[in-house]
């Protein structure tokens, strides 16, 4: 049964940090490809990052260019999107996709 779990979300003070991470069941994290995805209160859910098979060819919206990175732990089947130099338009909820499925995402709030 495929399963992505979200973690990591929270409030956070501009300019800060936060690491989410997506700890996958079902299938293998190295063998797909892996997105991140965000949806703001009243806005469509936008693609943020994403992981090819390979881990080679990162690729990012160019909202999050510089500040996110996105990568993962192969032996823990788990995907990574580490975002820095937070500001308040990165409120979201976060979600991770693989293979067709997403998790259940994670609020990220970005507050002074």
């Known amino acids: 049964q495929v399963q992505l779990v979200e973690s990591g979300g929270g409030l956070v003070q501009p300019g800060g940090s936060l690491r989410l991470s997506c700890a996958v069941s079902?299938?293998?994290?190295?063998?797909?490809?892996m997105r991140w995805y965000r949806q703001a209160p009243g806005k469509e859910r936008e693609w943020v990052a994403l992981?090819?098979?390979?881990?080679?060819?990162?690729q990012y919206a160019d909202s999050v260019k510089g500040r996110f990175s996105i990568s993962r732990d192969n032996a823990k089947n788990t995907v990574y999107l580490d975002m820095n130099s937070l500001k308040p338009e990165d409120t979201a909820v976060y979600y991770c996709?693989?293979?067709?499925?997403w998790g259940q995402g994670t609020q990220v709030t970005v507050s002074s």
């Open positions: 079902g299938f293998t994290v190295s063998s797909n490809t």
């Open positions: 996709n693989g293979r067709g499925s």
């Open positions: 992981i090819p098979p390979s881990g080679g060819y990162k």
